[in-house]
């Protein structure tokens, strides 16, 4: 892909710098010179790539991204095909006996105060019910290097037995009114470690929709919906990160003070 050779290209340069002394128009009294970035340095030249959002950063096939970080294609559901009809139709009957089960006056979930924490229950029925289901197996994929992990993209690894065709399933939760939200519900991270998929496969996001509890009040899941990820279009969010050990160095601090 022309944007992923693009953006190495630029990348490459700025972290082969990385150990490089660090720059400074004034040095401090006392302190060593440093050495001074020319305009055409390599992050001179990364920083409005990276601002060019809109022509570089945006539309880019997840197919593309997942056979680029792990050589495995996504398939594209097939409805002509017996083993997806087969397996949509057992994914939707778990989606709905989820939905049930969760949505129960005396279910788990009830007691959970924020959305963020009930998205384990719903992967976990969802495990449970489609591996008890004839003629599936589903479990947690496993990494590359043959652990187990539950962050990260896909939480559910489904095998049709009889014809060995693999799918992915991602389940989400969000609220009434915000389908059309622009704020990010997705994110997959190309690493080589903690990459959990393994096979080519169909890829799935199923989302739970919620009405807005009211304190004290009860979650309700009212729909579901089975999106095929083969034509979803991704976006690459460049973020320059640090830590506070990266922050606050002996040699960077420049004032102190303690309370009393």
């Known amino acids: 892909m022309r944007w992923l050779v693009a953006f190495f290209v630029l ?10 002394p660090a720059v400074e128009s004034e040095p401090r009294p006392g302190a060593p010179a440093r050495a001074t970035v020319s305009s055409n340095s390599p992050v001179d030249q990364l920083i409005p790539w990276l601002l060019n959002e809109d022509r570089e950063l945006r539309g880019i096939a997840f197919s593309e991204v997942i056979f680029d970080a792990t050589g495995k294609r996504v398939l594209a559901f097939n409805p002509q095909n017996e083993a997806d009809r087969r397996v949509v139709k057992q994914i939707s009957a778990a989606c ?15 007691n959970v105060g924020r959305i963020n924490e009930v998205s384990s229950h719903f992967e976990n029925t969802l495990r449970d019910l489609l591996s008890s289901t004839s003629g599936l197996s589903c479990d947690s994929p496993p990494t590359i290097e043959g652990k187990v992990q539950r962050a990260g993209y896909p939480d559910l690894r489904i095998v049709d037995l009889a ?6 399933l991602d389940p989400k939760l969000y609220a009434v009114g915000s389908r059309n939200s622009s704020f990010r519900t997705f994110y997959f991270e190309p ?3 903690t990459n959990k998929v393994g096979d080519d496969a169909v890829h799935f996001i199923v989302g739970f929709e ?13 729909r ?27 040699e960077a601090i420049v004032a102190s003070g303690k309370g009393d």
């Open 11 to 20: 990348v490459l340069p700025v972290i082969c710098r990385a150990a490089a």
């Open 96 to 110: 709905d006996e989820t939905m049930k089960r969760l949505n129960a006056p005396d279910s788990v979930i009830q």
């Open 163 to 168: 014809s060995r065709r693999v799918f992915y």
């Open 191 to 193: 690493k080589t470690a």
């Open 210 to 222: 919620h009405e807005r509890r009211e304190k004290n009040g009860r979650w309700k899941f009212t």
């Open 224 to 250: 579901w919906d089975l999106v095929d990820l083969s034509h979803f279009k991704v976006k690459l969010k460049a973020e320059f990160q640090g830590s506070n050990y990266d922050i606050y160095r002996a």
